[in-house]
């Protein structure tokens, strides 16, 4: 074992001690991206409109936009990261802000609610998405793309849908979409480049998201991950990319 694959070995462990969840205190300088998801949202956004947020995390994004609605729900799986909302939430002594644990499989929620639906890097399904939207009431969603951060994938061997073609998944959304009726369906892309500033910050990336499923629990992963570092880093920081597209449909008044 060479000093490297220690070196970093210990950097994932105290990565994860100081740090936990926070992606607020993640250090990355990023060019190219072509939008702002939730200022795209915010512009959906008509007199006394409602807003569901799924995946919405700590909720630090819907925090910031909420003086734009009558009312902003945000939901997520994790317990833990509703935790954290309600707590940011009591901080900001915002009044109009619901967070709330619940599974995007199953809304707990009145047919036709909500008047716009977001959903940003996290699971969702068509037909619940309908089913609490009115009519004409817009979904947007904003994925990552299947070659996002890919010479990562490629040094490592394994990954996020590494291997499968690019735009699978958001061309299956878009049939969904179609099939559940909504319309004036439209998408975006980009492939932005991004430079994590310390080895601490792309640990922190790999530990938390599932970019390369299990990082660290695999003996090789602390040696691959010092190569990598060694390949990719500039005086930006450590080289890699961010690609995503967004999908933003209507759904249908009939």
Not at 127 to 153: C, H, M, P, W, Y
């Amino acid at each position: 074992m060479n000093g490297n694959k220690i070196n970093y070995q210990k950097l994932y462990d105290r990565v994860g001690g100081l740090i936990g969840w926070d992606f607020s205190k993640l250090k990355v300088k990023s060019g190219g991206e072509k939008w702002d998801f939730y200022k795209l949202v915010v512009e959906k956004a008509r007199a006394n409109s409602i807003l569901l947020d799924i995946g919405t995390g700590g909720g630090e994004r819907v925090l910031k936009i909420s003086s734009d609605f009558l009312l902003v729900i945000g939901i997520d799986l994790s317990k833990s990261m509703i935790n954290t909302a309600n707590n940011n939430l009591q901080k900001s002594q915002i009044t109009n802000i619901r967070f709330l644990q619940m599974d995007a499989k199953k809304l707990d929620f009145p047919n036709g609610f909500f008047d716009i639906v977001s959903c940003r890097h996290s699971d969702f399904f068509v037909a619940q998405v309908a089913r609490v939207l009115v009519g004409g009431g817009i979904f947007l969603t904003q994925q990552v793309s299947e070659a996002d951060k890919l010479n990562i994938k490629q040094a490592f061997g394994r990954g996020q849908s590494f291997g499968v073609k690019d735009s699978v998944a958001k061309e299956t959304y878009i049939n969904h979409l179609e099939e559940a009726g909504f319309s004036n369906i439209k998408t975006l892309d980009y492939d932005a480049n991004e430079w994590y500033e310390t080895p601490e910050d792309l640990i922190f990336l790999l530990r938390n998201t599932p970019i390369i499923p299990d990082f660290g629990k695999q003996p090789e992963d602390f040696e691959i991950l010092s190569r990598f570092i060694d390949d990719n880093k500039d005086d930006k920081g450590i080289f890699t990319n961010s690609k995503r597209y967004m999908i933003i449909a209507e759904k249908g008044k009939g």
